[in-house]
């Protein structure tokens, strides 16, 4: 069963920066897509990037295109999330996911495995 790991959040004030990493561990980490979603509270899950198994196509949501950027090193099971000039209303749980079918636009429900989550909290 494959699991993920997430790190890196925390509470930051707007404009600031931070950077989001996912460590995958008992599954072929090169054979997924990986994506990073959101969740605040009272809302939707939403997609905010995805990324192909190789490194390539990165998909991001029109409200943080231009602000983060998605990245992966396969060689270290890991995908990451730099996210700049944040927003207080980027505030949410950032969830890292695995799909090995990566659909495009992402679909939440098409992603095998998630991790637990990690908590970003901008302030104004």
């Known amino acids: 069963q494959g699991q993920l790991v997430e790190s890196g959040g925390g509470l930051v004030q707007d404009g600031d920066s931070l950077r989001l990493s996912c460590v995958a561990s008992?599954?072929?980490?090169?054979?997924?897509?990986m994506g990073w979603f959101r969740q605040a509270p009272g809302k939707e899950r939403e997609v905010v990037a995805v990324?192909?198994?190789?490194?390539?196509?990165?998909y991001y949501a029109n409200t943080v295109k231009g602000r983060f950027a998605i990245s992966r090193e396969n060689a270290r099971n890991s995908v990451y999330l730099q996210m700049n000039r944040l927003k207080p209303e980027d505030t949410a749980v950032y969830y890292c996911?695995?799909?090995?079918?990566?659909?495009?636009?992402?679909?939440?429900?098409?992603?095998?495995?998630w991790g637990q989550g990690t908590q970003v909290t901008v302030s104004s």
């Open positions: 008992r599954l072929t980490f090169s054979r997924f897509a």
């Open positions: 990324i192909d198994w190789s490194g390539g196509l990165p």
């Open positions: 996911a695995a799909t090995p079918w990566d659909i495009r636009p992402p679909q939440a429900s098409s992603y095998s495995y």
